[in-house]
């Protein structure tokens, strides 16, 4: 499997399934798409901004509601595998992408998996095991985000650095140097996890130095 960043933007997630699965995917997706829950009942959990439509389709409605949704995705998270069937097959029969809830280890070809997520915007870290041990992929991100801690910041010192590097006189070459000497600095890491620094003065810093040293590497 590759992995890959989808921008949801404009888009529609339907969540056929209202438990408490049902809900973390719905969550997840409606940080940025359009998201809609089609289940007869809804756990009491957080369903972030989706739309919850009662309502409990038999496998041979399921390709009525993605002819009437049009959905970029469908996440099949019921606990009824007969409809969790239905769903897989309508959104293939459509060509829409598909998150099979109640599957793991051996996948169907083309489908879809949600990896366990730590985000330090504008730095997204995605963790999976192939489908097969989401609670390894859990654990680990517990782990990385302490790893992470500052990564947002600097890629936020990197990206402004790069910006106005452009408008200097100032190489290619040089400039991908100046940003990997900065992205590897581990004194500029803890300066920036502590909060003893911040991305407008790294940056005004580094630029300084490079105007008084001319470019010069010591
Ligand atoms: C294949 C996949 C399909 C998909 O959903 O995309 C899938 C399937 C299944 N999960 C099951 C169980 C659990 N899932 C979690 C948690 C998460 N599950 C997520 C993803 C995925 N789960 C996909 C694979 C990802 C990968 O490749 O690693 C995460 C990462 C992302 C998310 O869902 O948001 C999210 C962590 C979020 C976080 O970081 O916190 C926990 C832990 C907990 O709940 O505490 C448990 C209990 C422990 C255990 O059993 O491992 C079961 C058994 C159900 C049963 O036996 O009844 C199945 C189905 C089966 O195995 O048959
Ligand atoms: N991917 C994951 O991380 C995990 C997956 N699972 C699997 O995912 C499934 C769902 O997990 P839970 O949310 O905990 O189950 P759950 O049993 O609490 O919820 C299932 C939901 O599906 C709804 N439903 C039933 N028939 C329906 C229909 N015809 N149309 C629409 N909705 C319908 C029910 O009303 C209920 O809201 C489980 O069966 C389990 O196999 C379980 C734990 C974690």
Redesign the pocket.
């Given at each position: 499997?590759i992995p890959l960043l989808h921008d949801f933007t404009n888009e529609t997630v339907l969540v056929v399934g209202g438990g408490?699965?049902g809900a973390?995917?719905a969550r997840?997706f409606a940080r940025e798409a359009q998201v809609l829950v089609v289940s007869p009942s809804f756990a009491d959990r957080e369903f972030g901004d989706a739309e919850l439509i009662r309502a409990a389709p038999a496998p041979e409605d399921v390709p009525g509601w993605l002819e009437r949704i049009v959905p970029a995705l469908v996440?099949a998270?019921t606990d009824d595998a007969a409809i969790n069937d239905a769903v897989v097959d309508a959104a293939r029969e459509r060509g829409l992408l598909v998150?099979?809830?109640?599957?793991?280890?051996e996948?169907e070809v083309g489908s879809?998996?949600?990896?366990?997520?730590v985000r330090e915007e504008p730095v997204t870290v995605a963790?999976?095991?192939?489908?097969?041990?989401?609670?390894?992929?859990?654990y680990l991100?517990?782990e990385l985000e302490e790893t992470l801690d500052g990564a947002g910041e600097m890629a936020r010192v990197c990206a402004g650095l790069r910006e106005e590097l452009k408008t200097r006189d100032i190489s290619a070459d040089r400039r991908r140097e100046i940003v990997t000497d900065v992205v590897n600095s581990p004194d500029l890491w803890t300066a920036l996890r502590t909060g003893t620094s911040n991305c407008p003065q790294v940056i005004e810093d580094v630029l300084g130095e490079e105007l008084s040293t001319g470019g010069e590497r010591p």
């Open positions: 499997m408490p699965v973390r995917k997840r996440v998270a998150n099979r809830a109640d599957r793991s280890g996948r879809v998996v949600v990896p366990a997520t963790v999976a095991t192939g489908g097969t041990a989401p609670a390894v992929s859990k991100r517990a």
